[in-house]
């Protein structure tokens, strides 16, 4: 004997999709979601109207039709989906932002460093040019001098 039907629904704010299936299994497959939207209270079963006439009419097929907006997925979000985060989550995530904020300073301080190594390195590296120039310079005219006391 097959199983009785069951209508389930679910909407994303823009669309309301529905399904007409044998199991919770059966309308997430038919929805191709990758997730339990049955789990956090977004999908139900529903028991009548257009979207459930509709969904029986074509069974495992799922009928789209437009939704309320995103005020009314709002107000269908289960009162968990819907509550405010409480002072322990709310002081974690203000600690986790302090940290980032210190984290994103050091990046910065660290790069002014190097920006400074470069330029204090480009600098010795320009007065070592400067310094064998010298010195090349000098050893050619003694070795020039000395070549002509050797005449």
């Not at 257009?50 to 269908?76: F, N």
């Amino acid at each position: 004997m097959a199983r009785k039907l069951k209508v389930f629904s679910w909407s994303d704010g823009l669309h309301d999709y529905t399904v007409a299936a044998t199991s919770r299994a059966k309308a997430l497959e038919a929805w191709d979601v990758g997730r339990d939207l049955f789990k956090d209270g977004t999908a139900r079963e529903i028991a009548e109207g257009p979207a459930h006439d509709a969904a029986l009419k074509g069974p495992e097929t799922v009928v789209t039709t437009p939704a309320g907006g995103l005020g009314a997925a709002l107000k269908g979000l289960p009162a968990k989906a819907r509550r405010k985060p409480s002072k322990a989550e709310t002081a974690r995530a203000e600690k986790l932002a302090a940290l980032k904020a210190r984290l994103d300073a050091l990046e910065d301080e660290a790069e002014a460093s190097e920006l400074a190594f470069a330029e204090r390195r480009a600098a010795l590296d320009a007065e070592e040019a400067a310094a064998t120039e010298d010195l090349q310079a000098r050893r050619a005219d003694l070795e020039t001098a000395i070549k002509a006391a050797r005449k």
